[in-house]
Structures are given as structure tokens and as C-alpha cells.
Antibody, heavy 118, light 111 residues
Framework: EVQLVQSGAEVKKPGESLKISCKGSGYSFTSYWIGWVRQMPGKGLEWMGIIYPGDSDTRYSPSFQGQVTISADKSISTAYLQWSSLKASDTAMYYC???????????WGQGTLVTVSS | QSVLTQPPSVSAAPGQKVTISCSGSSSNIGNNYVSWYQQLPGTAPKLLIYENNKRPSGIPDRFSGSKSGTSATLGITGLQTGDEADYYCGTWDSSLSALVVFGGGTKLTVL
């Protein structure tokens, strides 16, 4: 079964750093792009960026370029999303998902809730 | 404000049919495939339709998709209370603003 399993919920203070993870299983992790999607409380889906674990080629949405870093460790089939200095406005649920043919995302991880509060 | 435009909400009675529209432009829907996602309350999005009108294994044929020009439509027949969810359209965008774009989402209420 193809699965993406994300790391658990995080509670952080403004200014702190954070790295959340997304581990793939059941398929060749290096052969498919992985995307990250933000969903702020009560809001819709926002695409943040994608990474190809095979060679770490990464593309960012202009809205998130410079705000986050997407990376991957193919040796452990895991993609990451990280912040160097969190803001309260980063409070959201973050999903990873496998990208097919530069067209659709399937499957999705279960989501990681990030709460940033002083 | 989302690049793709969806109605904020739709509603219908159990057993009825509903359609959800998704409007874009030539840089996204007009020249790319559309996918649809269902997000049940408190859960992650789930793929419902890909390549405009194809259903993944396990998705019942009550769900259908179509595309015409720069718009796409999700149809759901034989509505069930379990279909109450948020529905999102998504596609690739060829402009410089973003590679992947989603609609703002439509809340389906089954009365």
C-alpha cells in the first residue's frame, strides 16, 4: 500500500525553528515528486512547493519562496518542510502528497498541525 | 483569493444530484488537466477525479468530472449524508505565478 506518514503535531513559539517530515512507503520514493500544501484554520488549500527526491530538484510557490525550505533524504524515503523562524501566521495544517504526472496529488499524508503561539 | 473560482457552498437533499463548478483561465484549466479532491471534516484531502474525468480505484461512479474550455465541473449523484465535505479543484498553471493552483473550495451540505 502506498502511504505517506507525517510527523506529529508541533507547538512552537514565534522565532523558533521547525522541521516536519513526510515518510513514503510502498513505492519508489525517488521516482515521484512530493508536494507540500498548507491549510490555515478554516481556509482552503495552498500549494507551497514540490521536490523530486531522486535529485532534490525543488520548485517553490512564489508565495512561499524564501519563507520555507523543502528538502528530502532519499536514503530514508523522507521529505521535509522547515522554517528557520516561525511566525504566528504559520499556524496551520500542513500536508504532503505525491504528485502524479505534474497533474494530481495522490495519496496525501495525514497532515501535521503546527501551532505557533507565545 | 484563489486562482480557480468555486462557489463557496452548495446544498441538496439526499438522493439528489449536485454540481460544483471550477473556473480558471487559459494558463491553467484551459491547457491542463483538472483534478478534484474531497476533504471530509477533520481529515486529509482525498483524490476523487484526475485528468478531468477519471476516477481512481475505489471511487464510486456517483462522482464524475468534466471540463470545457477554462471551466471544470464535478458532479455527484445519489447524494448521501456521508458526502458532506469540502471539495477542491486543482490544476497545473503555466504562468509564472505558481505551478499548482487550487480552487477556494466548496462546502457541500446534504440537507
Amino acid at each position: 500500500e502506498v502511504q505517506l506518514v507525517q510527523s506529529g503535531a508541533e507547538v512552537k513559539k514565534p522565532g523558533e525553528s521547525l522541521k516536519i517530515s513526510c515518510k513514503g512507503s510502498g513505492y519508489s520514493f525517488t521516482s515521484y515528486w512530493i508536494g507540500w500544501v498548507r491549510q490555515m484554520p478554516g481556509k482552503g488549500l495552498e500549494w507551497m512547493g514540490i521536490i523530486y527526491p531522486g535529485d532534490s530538484d525543488t520548485r517553490y510557490s512564489p508565495s512561499f519562496q524564501g519563507q520555507v525550505t523543502i528538502s528530502a533524504d532519499k536514503s530514508i524515503s523522507t521529505a521535509y518542510l522547515q522554517w528557520s523562524s516561525l511566525k504566528a501566521s504559520d499556524t496551520a495544517m500542513y500536508y504532503c502528497a505525491r504528485l502524479w504526472s505534474f497533474n494530481w496529488f495522490d495519496p496525501w499524508g495525514q497532515g501535521t498541525l503546527v501551532t505557533v503561539s507565545s | 483569493q484563489s486562482v480557480l473560482t468555486q462557489p463557496p457552498s452548495v446544498s441538496a437533499a439526499p438522493g439528489q444530484k449536485v454540481t460544483i463548478s471550477c473556473s480558471g483561465s487559459s494558463s491553467n484549466i484551459g491547457n491542463n488537466y483538472v483534478s478534484w479532491y474531497q476533504q471530509l471534516p477533520g481529515t486529509a484531502p482525498k483524490l476523487l477525479i484526475y485528468e478531468n474525468n477519471k476516477r481512481p480505484s475505489g471511487i464510486p461512479d456517483r462522482f464524475s468530472g468534466s471540463k470545457s474550455g477554462t471551466s471544470a465541473t464535478l458532479g455527484i449523484t445519489g447524494l448521501q449524508t456521508g458526502d458532506e465535505a469540502d471539495y477542491y479543484c486543482g490544476t497545473w498553471d503555466s504562468s509564472l505565478s505558481a505551478l499548482v493552483v487550487f480552487g477556494g473550495g466548496t462546502k457541500l451540505t446534504v440537507l
